[in-house]
């Protein structure tokens, strides 16, 4: 099983969808979680930090879930500019902070 | 100002030659890594160094030789390069040694072995 397991897709939503994306983790130790975004041939870059409690940032919601060990990215009212490749990022304190991404999953947001 | 670079951009060679990428960070950072993503897309860490000591060192193959003159620089030879090794290669920077903070990734290298 891998450490992170998301969903590869594709997801082919309209503009204006809202759309949702898990992941799941297996390491109970695990302390820190991102959503990174990666555009076509460009850099990964982060989108958001995931908090216990959740958090939102405009359209963004992100949700942990530490018991189902899975994190959670809400996109509401979808753009175009929004189609990209979504990575799940864990971290652990044990391994020196190994960050462990996720596979990504895409999304393509049409007119 | 860049805040992660990396050079070359893209780089095109031969199986079996050596060749080096460099990465240099003006972020103050204490902790670099080296990343592979190959052509499926998956992100995989190789090195991880924290004021250029070696913290992170995955399932690499001892062709690849990280290299960290000083806390802004990491640099990545390979040797004997194999037609396996064609991926894009990301250097990135975070302030802390234990992953709990925002990595900042550089624009790629894209390594082409021929």
């Known amino acids: 099983r891998k450490e992170v397991e998301q969903d590869p897709g594709p997801f082919n939503v309209p503009e204006g969808a809202t759309v949702a994306f898990n992941c799941t983790y297996s390491n109970s130790a695990s302390q820190s979680f991102f959503w990174y975004r990666q555009d076509c041939r460009k850099e990964p870059k982060l989108l958001m930090s995931?908090?216990?409690s959740g958090n939102e940032d405009g359209r963004f919601t992100a949700q942990l879930n530490r018991a189902s060990q899975y994190i959670s990215l809400l996109i509401r009212d979808s753009k175009l500019s929004d189609s990209a490749t979504y990575l799940c990022?864990?971290?652990?304190?044990?391994?020196?902070?190994?960050?462990?991404f996720g596979d990504g999953t895409t999304l393509t947001v049409k007119p | 100002d860049t805040a992660v670079s990396q050079t070359p951009k893209y780089l095109v060679t031969q199986m079996g030659n050596d060749k080096s990428i460099k990465c240099e960070q003006n972020l103050g950072h204490d902790t670099m890594y080296w990343y592979k993503q190959d052509s499926k897309k998956f992100l995989k860490i190789m090195f991880s160094?924290?004021?250029?000591?070696?913290?992170i060192n995955e399932t690499v193959p001892n062709r690849f030789s990280p290299k960290s003159p000083d806390k802004a620089h990491l640099n990545l030879h390979i040797n004997s390069l194999e037609l396996g090794d064609s991926a894009v290669y990301f250097c990135a920077s975070s302030p802390a040694a234990w992953g709990t903070d925002t990595q900042y990734f550089g624009p790629g290298t894209r390594l082409t072995v021929l």
């Open positions: 160094y924290n004021n250029k000591e070696l913290i």
């Open positions: 995931v908090y216990s």
């Open positions: 990022v864990v971290n652990s304190n044990t391994n020196a902070g190994k960050s462990t």
